[in-house]
């Protein structure tokens, strides 16, 4: 086991990301986060609240993708379709989509279709915390927090307070 990133590490990392995100997009005007439901949500949330200590509103929800990703659909398992209701609209908005771990690319892909399914954003932004790689699609982030080489035998595990973790990112062996 390796300790990739402690709780002030992380934090420091979504303080870095949001402003990276302010810089890129020259203020927040017409931004919105839109987290990968579980861990990309918590990290849209983080963002959100790294926006809001600086004075700055920045609107936050999380998506469901199971019904978009193509490796999780089997005639053994469908998911649970959960409709996205995130209280806002992403037409015209520069929506920066928010994950834990960029891997694959599938669960970007999937996430994707679910947005287009709310609406014709003006862009989307894909912010990611750590970066493994290991791409089976041609999908890049624009914000990284770290990245991460890692073999197929090395597991990630992100841990988030809201989600009963300890705001830790810890490399183990499978």
Avoid: W
Wanted: hydrophobic share 45%.
């Amino acid at each position: 086991m390796s300790v990739i990133l402690d709780k002030a590490g992380l934090a420091r990392m979504i303080v870095r990301l949001s402003h990276e995100i302010e810089e890129r997009n020259e203020g927040t005007e017409g931004v919105c986060l839109l987290g990968i439901k579980r861990g990309g949500e918590a990290v849209a949330r983080r963002v959100a609240e790294a926006f809001a200590a600086r004075g700055v509103f920045v609107p936050y929800a999380g998506i469901s993708i199971g019904m978009h990703r193509d490796d999780l659909v089997t005639s053994y398992f469908i998911p649970e379709a959960e409709k996205n209701e995130i209280g806002f609209s992403v037409e015209g908005k520069r929506v920066v989509l928010c994950d834990d771990v960029l891997h694959t690319g599938r669960s970007v892909c999937a996430a994707i279709d679910a947005i287009f399914e709310l609406g014709r954003p003006a862009c989307v932004q894909l912010l990611e915390l750590i970066d493994r790689g290991g791409r089976e699609l041609p999908v890049r982030a624009d914000y990284v927090g770290k990245n991460v080489p890692m073999s197929r035998s090395e597991f990630l595990d992100v841990g988030f307070a809201e989600l009963g973790g300890d705001d830790t990112v810890v490399i183990r062996k499978r």
